[in-house]
């Protein structure tokens, strides 16, 4: 089986690799760099949904995969304050669509702020920390959390949760998603 992984993060393939090899024993994954044709920075969870829904049929057919995944990431505004939002989808030869999210975590008042004049996230958490490139490492949710979870962990969640049309799909029927 080819597997596609919309994405060149480490953090992503190694999220997609951890969840699925188990799954597709002797899968060979194949890491593609695709466009959401969403913002770089996400807002709300329709636009973080459709990115990582974009991703994972371009990378589908990129490779001429069996199965592909796509990562998004966002933020979303709510009465308390922006949140962190991550969503997965996974895409079939067939066309069977699975889609999950997960990550809800409340960004600090100075990510925030950062986020809202328009600095992508992972930009605003180097800032914060005086470090670089932390979204290929432990992201926003390992070092806001003081490392009980890190982005790889977070996006495997939500990866896990959109493969449950494959997992049992005897309760999705072929109209899903047109209500």
Known sequence: MRIAIG?????KI???????APLYEGAMFIPVEVDSQVRTQPWGDSETRTGA??????ALNACDADLSIGFEGGVVETEIGLMLSNWAAV??????IGVGNGGGLLLPPEVAHLLLKGVELGAAMDQLTGSHNTKQGEGAAGILTNGLINRQAAYEYTLRTALAPFRSPQWYTSTQGEH
């Open 7 to 11: 994405s060149a993060n480490p953090v």
């Open 14 to 20: 190694r999220a997609a690799q951890t969840v699925l």
């Open 53 to 58: 829904i974009n991703r994972a049929r371009a």
């Open 91 to 96: 895409a079939a030869r067939n066309g069977q």
